[in-house]
Nanobody, 122 residues
């Protein structure tokens, strides 16, 4: 089970840190990803991290967001800085049983958290 938290309302230019705590499975050996879905849009990859620590980011968040993992806490984080109104979305964490790379597509992720809402006001 994946439990996402940390969403909320923030002004443009602000920061939030999302957390994804895993229970019943270990995140250290899996590719973990953060995805987001804005109203009327498809779910998209925001950032992913492999078991070896390699990362992949969507171009729209590169240099603003940072994905990391704490294997001791079985938790993955998404640090979001310089937030923009277009970052407003429900953010989901996910884990893959099949993927070995941080560049795998959304279809390779088979475990999903419940989502946490991020709202960025202008």
């Amino acid at each position: 089970q994946l439990q996402a938290s940390g969403g909320g309302l923030v002004q443009a230019g602000g920061s939030l840190r999302l957390s994804c705590a895993a229970s019943g499975r270990t995140v250290s050996s899996r590719v973990m990803g953060w995805f987001r879905q804005a109203p009327g849009k498809q779910r998209e990859l925001v950032a992913a991290i492999s078991s070896g620590g390699s990362t992949n980011y969507a171009g729209s968040v590169n240099d603003r967001f940072t994905i990391s993992r704490d294997n001791a806490k079985n938790t993955v984080y998404l640090q979001m800085d310089i937030l923009k109104p277009e970052d407003t979305a429900v953010y989901y964490c996910a884990a893959s049983s099949y993927c070995s790379s941080s560049t795998c597509g959304i279809g390779m992720y088979d475990y999903w958290g419940q989502g946490t809402l991020v709202t960025v006001s202008s």
